[in-house]
């Protein structure tokens, strides 16, 4: 079984990838090694490209992302090589969905590999935690989606613990590669493939972790005037003295 997890973690979250999630790697699907290096073609015309040349990424999210995939030592071994395949191009077929990333990633002895990372999505609760540290906080989607954020909603969304980029525990890889490592080199070009993306749809990110974008930004009429009248939340100390003696019904368009 062509399955790999990060050693520093334990999988003892109950997250377990189906079957489909990690597929069986026939024998005629493996390369033989020993096999003579080849220059590899041109890139495929879908391969995914860093998008300002030589950068890695230059929005916030992607390079969000890309900081959070080098906080992983574990992977570290295989990332150099990870981010010159991505640079040459070597990416391609790339798919971002509820809980997958699938790719196939062509290497320098000619090969191409299929990649897939099975990404746990946020459960109710962690939504409902990080709707609570984020709603009221983000003027509206395009806000968020542009990176446009306070530094509470940054800090909320790009914490490695709670926020939507996942842990170590909720990923698990499969590659049609023999390399033993962990994290193989053609899985680190994908992971840097996604950065990319993220700079040109960073939406993706939340459909990889099945959250809603919407969730931070939206908000009903109850919850803000609980936010606004309430002294111990942050808004309420700031404004509670200039609501004295203000009708919130008419405020809020709910008078008779």
Not at 124 to 138: F, I, M, T
Not at 204 to 226: Q, Y
Request: contains cysteine; aromatic residues 6%; proline residues 7%.
């Amino acid at each position: 079984m062509a399955r790999r997890t990060f050693r520093s973690v334990s999988s003892d979250d109950g997250y377990e990838p189906s079957p489909e999630e990690v597929p069986e790697v026939s024998p005629q699907e493996r390369p033989r090694r020993g096999r003579a290096a080849r220059v590899p073609a041109e890139p495929a015309p879908d391969a995914v490209l860093p998008s300002h040349g030589l950068r890695l990424s230059d929005s916030f999210w992607g390079q969000a992302w890309n900081r959070h995939l080098m906080a992983y030592a574990d992977g570290a071994g295989r990332m150099p090589r990870g981010r010159t395949l991505f640079r040459q191009g070597a990416v391609s077929a790339l798919r971002v969905e509820a809980g997958v990333v699938t790719s196939q990633v062509l290497d320098r002895d000619g090969e191409t590999y299929a990649v897939r990372v099975a990404v746990r999505p946020l459960d109710d609760a962690e939504k409902a935690s990080l709707r609570d540290r984020c709603v009221g906080r983000v003027e509206g989607l395009s806000e968020l989606l542009g990176g446009e954020l306070g530094d509470d909603v940054m800090r909320a969304v790009t914490d490695p613990a709670t926020g939507l980029f996942p842990q170590p525990g909720a990923v698990r890889f499969s590659c049609t590669c023999l390399d033993p490592a962990d994290l193989c080199a053609h899985q680190a070009a994908t992971l840097y493939a996604v950065g990319s993306m993220l700079d040109r749809q960073p939406g993706l990110l939340f459909t990889l972790r099945g959250m809603d974008p919407r969730l931070l930004v939206e908000t009903d009429l109850n919850d803000a005037i609980t936010r606004l009248t309430t002294p111990s939340s942050p808004a309420g100390n700031d404004r509670q003295a200039a609501l004295d003696g203000v009708d919130l019904g008419e405020m809020f368009g709910l008078g008779e």
